[in-house]
């Protein structure tokens, strides 16, 4: 195996998961796995789901051809075969799985790769000894995997965005990877990245499927194996902060979402409308301009991580070196910006700017306006003004 491999691995995967995806789509409608149109969507028609089945048809014929056949091979791949199959389930059932059904489908998926050796068993961190979990490494593997699972299938709510997030950051993680030597890791990005890719043809707005819960589940467990496999396991000083960089965005969307049901005392697993896609239709943004601000958000930071791998910041003996210091500075500058830019100045201040055009052609008093956008920054629930 060599980093050629790793683009092999890619154009098979995208190949595989373009030309499969609409026969997804097709077995989606036999079966009558449509997603309807519903109060806290940004969808207007039924829609087929199943798209996962092709990211996974995608990744499996990358990964049988160019990842050495081993136990971590066969794990991840029959893991992620078992999330996928499991989230179909739950994508083809009018009410979905029970949320604690669905959750122990998720452990149950996430445990095959984990016993077959794909877990973490230290942690190196900046200017302390690596960290031993030892018997720990196993339970917070498979919360870990559970997590970004999750992570992932709540960035999944208007057309492309987790399909084109989870593109950036596997690719993000397989250049990473490859330079690490962890070539059986790069390739299985690659083959994620591909197959993402090949999907998004068909899934960027105007979407003629989404890929439901059997390809967010799907992506969410990819992902984790690779960090796992890619960064987590090697002795880079600054491996930890890899997957948090670059699953940030998806990270703090499911952080803030979270914080939110817990703070109004609402179930962890209920819908809503706080995920940060919603809050920015509500400021009147379309799918495309969302999703293309999210994009460029995740590129920010999988750029922050690129340099964090391959400025020379440092000298061997932890020496920093002050020009590359302040070119890491810079791109840490720019994610930071990016980040205030999205959360804060978009979401809430051009939200009220919006809201109070909205608002004031109505018979409302300043203060009663005022009162009404305070509430909707802080709930993320609004009414129609017509």
């Known amino acids: 195996m060599d980093d050629l491999d790793a683009l092999w691995a890619f154009l098979v995967a995208g190949g595989a998961a373009l030309v499969l995806t609409p026969v997804a789509a097709r077995f989606a409608r036999h079966i009558g796995a449509i997603d309807l149109p519903r109060e806290r969507g940004l969808h207007d028609r039924p829609t087929p789901s199943l798209g996962g089945l092709a990211i996974l048809a995608g990744v499996l014929a990358a990964g049988l051809i160019f990842l050495p056949w081993n136990d971590e091979t066969r794990g991840i791949l029959v893991g992620a075969t078992a999330i ?36 973490v068993e230290n942690i190196t961190l900046p200017f302390v000894d690596p960290l031993d979990l030892g018997d720990w490494g196993i339970p917070l593997t498979l919360f870990g995997l559970v997590a970004v699972m999750n992570v992932v299938n709540f960035t999944d709510g208007v057309d492309g ?4 997030v989870c593109t950036i950051a596997a690719i993000t993680f397989a250049v990473i990877a490859l330079s690490l030597d962890r070539i059986d890791a790069g390739v299985l990005a690659a083959a994620t990245a591909g197959a993402c890719v090949g999907f998004l043809r068909h899934n960027f707005h105007p979407a003629s499927i989404f890929m439901g819960d059997s390809g967010s589940n799907l992506l969410g467990l990819l992902l984790g194996c690779v960090a796992i496999q ?3 396991k090697t002795a880079a000083v600054v491996a ?32 809503d409308r706080w995920h940060f896609h919603h809050r920015f239709a ?35 003996d932890g020496t920093l070196n002050v020009g590359w210091t302040l070119v890491i500075l810079t791109f840490f500058v720019v994610a930071v910006a990016a980040s205030v830019y999205l959360v804060y100045t978009l979401e809430i201040l051009k939200f009220r700017r919006f809201r109070e055009r909205q608002l004031e052609t109505g018979e409302l008093s300043a203060e009663e306006i005022e009162a009404e956008i305070e509430r909707e920054v802080e709930t993320g629930e609004f009414e129609a003004v017509e």
């Open 84 to 119: 996928a199959l499991i989230g179909a389930v739950d994508d083809a059932r009018d009410e979905g799985l029970h949320p604690f059904v669905k959750l122990a489908g998720q452990f149950a998926a996430a445990a095959i790769p984990v016993f077959a050796d794909v877990r």
């Open 161 to 164: 965005l987790a399909a084109g």
């Open 230 to 232: 890619g960064v987590l």
């Open 240 to 271: 930890l902060f890899f997957p948090l960089v670059i699953l940030a965005v998806p990270a703090l969307d499911a952080g803030f979402v979270v914080a939110k049901r817990l703070k109004y005392r609402r179930p962890v697993y209920s819908a």
């Open 282 to 316: 509500n400021i009147g943004f379309s799918a495309t301009r969302t999703v293309l601000y999210l994009y460029a958000w995740t590129a920010s930071l999988a750029a922050l991580a690129l340099a964090l791998r391959f400025v020379p910041y440092s000298d061997d």
